[in-house]
């Protein structure tokens, strides 16, 4: 199995919309409505921010949304802030009880 | 509140067996829907899915671990354990253990343990 493909950095100025993409196959992301998002903090544990392709967890802001057209999933950062710097990773269900994770994106708020 | 946390050894040499135990505190471990699992995060690298475990006992692996991983469960104790054999300086990561819905997505983590794998 391969992992999902992640742009390795993104990056935009405060205020400012950042989309994230992450590839995969028919086989996994194009396959399932179960494309995850995390983010990550410098030595913090990954936090969910995004499941089942669009829905947000109890606590996560609204600027974090998600979709998916085809094989590719993507996650926008509306409204950037500062704390929004982090590492943020794919993950898809990927049939026969496998998950797959993408490499991770470095965000970097200019 | 849910919690989960990782604990055992932080160091192996190698060919060692690397144990480690997550305990889950705030519920019980035989929700139903939830499965249960270990993921890891090589220093600077990326996550990395292990395996993930039913309360019932069943469980499900990363086809590209799943020769050297066992997950098991103590129910009683609220606990479940992930077990990687001949262990090499590959394996040296930071640990996760998550709830795993459905065996979907990850919605609730322990803080992670590193372990390192050195001569």
């Known amino acids: 199995q391969s992992a999902l493909t992640q742009p390795p950095s993104a990056s935009g100025s405060p205020g400012q919309s950042v989309t994230i993409s992450c590839t995969g196959t028919?086989?996994?992301?194009?396959?399932?409505?179960?494309v995850s998002w995390y983010q990550q903090h410098p030595r913090k544990a990954p936090k969910l921010m995004i499941y089942?392709?669009?829905k947000r967890p109890s606590g996560v802001p609204d600027r974090f949304s998600g979709s998916k057209s085809g094989n590719t999933a993507s996650l926008t950062v509306s409204g950037l802030q500062a704390e929004d710097e982090a590492d943020y990773y794919c993950?898809?269900?990927?049939?026969?009880?496998?998950?797959?994770f993408g490499g991770g994106t470095k965000l970097t708020v200019l | 509140q849910l919690q989960l946390q990782e604990s055992g050894p932080g160091l192996l040499k190698p060919s060692e067996t690397l144990s480690l135990t997550c305990t889950v505190s705030?519920?019980?471990?035989?929700?139903?829907?939830?499965?249960w699992g270990w993921v890891r995060q090589p220093p600077g690298k990326g996550l990395e899915w292990i395996g993930s475990?039913?309360?019932?006992?069943?469980?499900y692996y990363n086809p590209s671990r799943k020769n050297r991983v066992t997950i098991s469960v103590d129910t009683s104790k609220n606990q479940f354990y992930l077990r990687l054999t001949s262990a090499t300086a590959a394996d040296t990561a930071v640990y996760y253990c998550?709830?795993?819905?459905?065996?979907?997505?990850?919605?609730?983590w322990g803080q992670g343990t590193l372990v390192t794998v050195s001569p």
């Open positions: 028919s086989s996994d992301v194009g396959g399932y409505d179960s």
């Open positions: 089942e392709v669009t």
């Open positions: 705030g519920d019980s471990i035989s929700s139903r829907d939830y499965y």
């Open positions: 475990i039913y309360y019932r006992g069943s469980t």
């Open positions: 993950s898809s269900y990927a049939g026969s009880n496998n998950v797959i």
């Open positions: 998550a709830r795993h819905p459905l065996l979907r997505h990850f919605d609730v």
